[in-house]
């Protein structure tokens, strides 16, 4: 099937330049008749457009190659446009044809790492890996060092590839003999066992980091990854075994990392090790943001550390980093799910105080919790708050407060809001009204006269 031209989207929109037509020439015109359409525009081909047109080519790999050699009549292709064109071949897997212009760029004297470090990457895209070694192999041949640069860009080639970072530590462990590694080798295979999520390989290869090229600062990346495998898979003990040696050589993680580590600590409910983490990097002069001390304050309250949470909390406002609705209302939320009323109480005005008050459905739990530890009149103090600042919905909240009043016998005040609420519209639930059966029917006639007025009201309503 013959290849199909398309003009890039990128082009199509914008104004005619020499690129954008020359693009257009080779979307249209019939393959035989390329070179003379181009020839007809009486546009020279000097590098920088030439650049331009092979970048918007990569879709269309045949037309790209007349192109190139068309322009190579009238003006000597520079390295980067040599570079561009390998890039082009190799993507599009037209292997044969990349050789080809290697082979040319070698009688140029303008191939350099940078053509070697795209044919890597376009071999091993395709799972090619031993043939990206073995062009590695032949680097020299084409008059071009086989560097520590050279060993990076395959490194790096390979460990894109999924599951690919035992290959390339099979190339790395031979060619380490003949060009010392650096930093940036290590980085690579840590990045790769860090994505591949393993632990064991990413020790070894971290402790011969550190007899290569010791502790430095500028080693950051490496650093990262290694403790990210940890941290991920479950070793959180001996990252912070080696976050604390990394301080004391003042090669510690910036925020980043941390931010990371938590996020992974959370998904794995770690509270313990995130605390450990946490002042770790707080002691270290890392200030954590708004983000951060949430995702960190809903950790230790899905944990009932509320201890904590409040901590947090407090040091809040020393860093910068203002709490917000979602901080409080988790923190309330811990309050409510730990019963712990008179905290619950006391928490309710600091929200509404610093004016981030609670949701609705919390004001629900929250009642009920304070009726069962005896504080009616906090509750009664959150339904009126509902009341004032016209929160909504107010169903679950007035039935929380209507059965905490039934459990206390507080027939008084049950009566007054009963009334208010079916006056309002609020729903009372037919289990609800239950209870107020069962309350008032207990205390005599008077006190039934009273719940069957009601019960008129509410059946009507």
Not at 40 to 48: D, L, R, W, Y
Not at 233 to 253: R, T, Y
Request: net charge negative; aromatic share 10%.
């Amino acid at each position: 099937m013959p290849e199909k031209q398309q003009l890039p989207i990128l082009l199509r929109n914008e104004p005619s330049t020499p690129a954008k037509i020359l693009c257009e020439i080779l979307q249209k015109a019939p393959p035989n008749e390329v070179e003379t359409a181009l020839s007809s525009s009486q546009i020279q081909p000097i590098p920088e457009i030439v650049q331009e047109v092979l970048k918007f080519s990569y879709g269309s790999p045949s037309a790209a190659v007349k192109f190139f050699r068309w322009a190579g009549l009238t003006h000597k292709h520079d390295e980067h446009s040599w570079n561009l064109m390998v890039d082009l071949l190799g993507k599009n897997q037209l292997f044969e044809t990349m050789w080809d212009a290697i082979r040319s760029m070698k009688q140029e004297g303008l191939f350099s790492v940078a053509s070697f470090a795209s044919v890597f990457g376009s071999y091993c895209v395709v799972g090619r890996i031993d043939e990206a070694i073995m062009t590695f192999d032949v680097m020299e041949r084409y008059g071009v060092e086989a560097n520590i640069i050279a060993v990076n860009s395959l490194l790096s080639a390979i460990c894109r590839e999924d599951n690919q970072t035992a290959k390339a530590l099979e190339f790395f462990e031979r060619i380490k003999t003949k060009i010392n590694p650096d930093a940036d080798s290590f980085a690579i295979l840590l990045e790769g066992w860090e994505k591949e999520g393993n632990v064991a390989k990413a020790r070894i290869t971290f402790g011969e980091m550190m007899i290569w090229v010791g502790w430095s600062p500028h080693y950051m990346s490496a650093y990262d990854a290694f403790l990210g495998t940890l941290v991920c898979g479950s070793q959180s003990d001996e990252a912070i075994k080696f976050l604390q040696v990394m301080k004391g050589k003042n090669c510690l993680p910036g925020l980043k990392f941390f931010s990371n580590a938590l996020d992974i600590l959370v998904k794995q409910n770690d509270s313990a090790h995130a605390i450990l983490l946490w002042d770790i990097m707080i002691g270290s002069g890392l200030v954590p943001n708004l983000v951060m001390y949430n995702a960190m304050i809903g950790l230790l309250c899905n944990n009932k550390d509320v201890d904590n949470a409040f901590r947090l909390l407090d040091d809040m406002v020393f860093h910068g980093a203002f709490p917000d609705s979602l901080t409080y209302n988790m923190i309330f939320q811990c309050l409510i799910k730990m019963k712990k009323a008179r905290e619950t109480g006391n928490f309710f005005n600091e929200m509404i105080k610093n004016e981030w008050p609670p949701t609705h459905s919390s004001c629900a739990e929250a009642i009920a919790v304070l009726f069962d530890g005896y504080d009616p009149e906090a509750a009664i103090q959150i339904w009126d708050y509902m009341l004032e600042n016209h929160m909504l919905s107010l169903d679950d909240s007035a039935n929380a407060l209507l059965v905490g009043l039934c459990n206390l016998g507080r027939l008084t005040e049950l009566r007054r809001f009963a009334d208010e609420m079916l006056d309002r519209r609020i729903y009372v639930y037919e289990s609800t009204m239950g209870k107020l059966k069962n309350a008032f029917y207990k205390e005599g006639r008077s006190a039934r006269d009273i719940y069957d007025y009601l019960s008129r009201k509410w059946k009507s309503s």
